[in-house]
């Protein structure tokens, strides 16, 4: 079925940088989600994306998170600086519409901050 | 509190075995989506739901579609590839455009 691409799928970063994280969602999709995992535990929202705006963010999603999709291209995750806490597996997701579709998850970008 | 609450969260069977999963909401959730993720960490969608049931070979799955307040997931004849974490995650109504997750089941199938 379609795919939602993440990319990188692994990524060690030193305390302080920016890391960008970037999803490709299915192609035809106009909602866009991050979610973040910590060591297999619950996944938590980060943040919701339509047309251009944020939706709805959780307070997970900190001042130093921004998400953008310039025209055509992937959908990103930017974390500057970065914090030890920030290690954990993001998950891109798209769905068609808004609420009441399903969702398709990218198989998520493994961050570790040192 | 947390508004969906899964259950169990681990679970041991042998192969062959059948079992059921459950996912209480504490507030009438439009739809669930139920996952499995499996050990390299891809987040598979299994099924998504507004209602009724949908089966998929030995899966089934069926959100309560009178009070929307909970949804199972049921597993026949257990083999060892269906071993990883099931999360169920649900929408509630209104314009909320976000999938909320469980905590997980974590299923491991014994030979």
Same mark, same amino acid.
């Given at each position: 079925?379609? %795919?939602?691409?993440?990319?990188?799928?692994?990524?060690?970063?030193?305390? !302080?940088?920016?890391? #960008? +994280?970037?999803?490709? $969602?299915?192609?035809?999709?106009?909602?866009?989600?991050?979610?973040?995992?910590?060591?297999?535990?619950?996944?938590?929202?980060?943040?919701?994306?339509?047309?251009?705006?944020?939706?709805?963010?959780? %307070?997970?999603?900190?001042?130093?998170?921004?998400?953008?999709?310039?025209? !055509?291209?992937?959908? #990103? +995750?930017?974390?500057? $600086?970065?914090?030890?806490?920030?290690?954990?597996?993001?998950?891109?997701?798209?769905?068609?519409?808004?609420?009441?579709?399903?969702?398709?998850?990218?198989?998520?970008?493994?961050?570790?901050?040192? | 509190?947390?508004?969906?609450?899964?259950?169990?969260?681990?679970?041991?069977?042998?192969?062959?075995?059948?079992?059921?999963?459950?996912?209480?909401?504490?507030?009438?959730?439009?739809?669930?989506?139920?996952?499995?993720?499996?050990?390299?960490?891809?987040?598979?969608?299994?099924?998504?739901?507004?209602?009724?049931?949908?089966?998929?070979?030995?899966?089934?799955?069926?959100?309560?579609?009178?009070?929307?307040?909970?949804?199972?997931?049921?597993?026949?004849?257990?083999?060892?590839?269906?071993?990883?974490?099931?999360?169920?995650?649900?929408?509630?109504?209104?314009?909320?455009?976000?999938?909320?997750?469980?905590?997980?089941?974590?299923?491991?199938?014994?030979?």
């Amino acid at each position: 079925g379609p %795919k939602v691409l993440q990319i990188p799928s692994h990524q060690i970063i030193d305390m !302080g940088q920016m890391v #960008t +994280l970037n999803c490709d $969602p299915v192609s035809n999709h106009l909602y866009f989600y991050w979610y973040k995992q910590i060591l297999g535990q619950q996944m938590e929202f980060l943040v919701n994306f339509y047309n251009g705006k944020v939706m709805e963010k959780s %307070k997970l999603f900190k001042d130093q998170f921004s998400v953008e999709r310039p025209d !055509g291209s992937y959908f #990103t +995750l930017k974390i500057q $600086p970065t914090a030890l806490e920030d290690s954990a597996v993001y998950f891109c997701a798209s769905s068609l519409g808004g609420a009441g579709s399903d969702y398709t998850f990218g198989s998520g970008t493994r961050l570790l901050v040192i | 509190g947390d508004q969906v609450e899964q259950s169990p969260s681990a679970l041991s069977l042998h192969e062959g075995t059948d079992s059921a999963l459950r996912c209480n909401f504490t507030t009438t959730m439009r739809s669930v989506q139920w996952f499995r993720q499996n050990s390299r960490g891809s987040l598979i969608s299994l099924f998504y739901l507004a209602s009724g049931t949908k089966e998929n070979g030995r899966l089934k799955s069926a959100f309560d579609s009178k009070e929307r307040r909970y949804s199972t997931l049921h597993i026949r004849d257990a083999q060892l590839e269906d071993s990883g974490t099931y999360f169920c995650a649900a929408e509630a109504g209104g314009s909320n455009a976000k999938l909320t997750f469980g905590k997980g089941t974590k299923l491991s199938v014994k030979s």
